[in-house]
């Protein structure tokens, strides 16, 4: 199961921790492995380039455990609102699209949130 642990501050998402393989099949075989890795890289990619804002992430090679974090998404970390508003919609977009995912997908991931954590 792949667990997906979503950061916010004061209600505004900036990041979120994926632990864990969804098990759904076979390594190269996974789907939902696949759509997960997509979502992710298409938060990083869509971060640093459409928004050119830094992002950190970090990949763990063994067990591939993914951090993703933009500070930029807190208003108190950038002096433009309309470029926050959107990295925040960002991670906020993937955790409602996850959530939707849970419902057929309920063995095989888990969403959670929380709040000034990372």
Known sequence: ???ITFF???GIYYGFKEVGHTGFAEAGE???C???????????NAIECSYASDVDYKIDEKTTDITVCCKAALPEYSDDEK???AISGLFQ????QLNDMVEDYYDFIEVDETEDGE
Request: aromatic share 12%; glycine share 0%.
């Open 1 to 3: 199961m792949t667990k």
């Open 8 to 10: 916010k501050q004061n």
């Open 83 to 85: 470029k926050s508003f």
């Open 34 to 44: 696949a759509a997960l890795s997509s979502m992710t890289m298409l938060i990083i």
């Open 30 to 32: 996974d789907i939902l």
């Open 93 to 96: 977009a993937y955790f409602l």
